[in-house]
Nanobody, 125 residues
């Protein structure tokens, strides 16, 4: 059983930056492909980014590519999402998730083994 706890959410102005983290416990995070998703009010869950077991390969959703960076530190059992050039439409609850394999953006929401409870990111002036 893996427990995932997100942190670092908050209020940031448009154009600003914010980093959120996800601490894993219960099992080495290195066993899992790690993901970030988000859900804005009244909208469906959206794939944000994914990173492979060793951290050498990453994948991004179209709406965040070039602005967000996913990374992981397996020694610290921690996943990160660095968000730059934030826009009001990035406002959402951000969730980290773990899976034993890679899933495409389309299939990822149904393939996750574990989910965190989320952290709220609000982009507003």
């Amino acid at each position: 059983q893996v427990q995932l706890v997100e942190s670092g959410g908050g209020l940031v102005q448009p154009g600003g930056s914010l980093s959120v983290s996800c601490a894993a416990s219960g099992c080495p995070m290195s066993f899992y492909f790690m993901y970030w998703f988000r859900q804005a009010p009244g909208k469906e869950l959206e794939f944000v980014a994914a990173i492979n077991w060793g951290g050498g390969t990453s994948y991004y959703g179209v709406s965040v590519k070039g602005r967000f960076t996913i990374s992981r530190d397996n020694a610290k059992n921690t996943l990160y999402l660095q968000m730059n050039s934030l826009k009001p439409e990035d406002t959402a609850v951000y969730y980290c998730a773990a899976a034993t394999q890679y899933y495409s953006a389309k299939d990822a929401p149904d393939g996750m083994n574990y989910w965190g409870k989320g952290t709220l990111v609000t982009v507003s002036s």
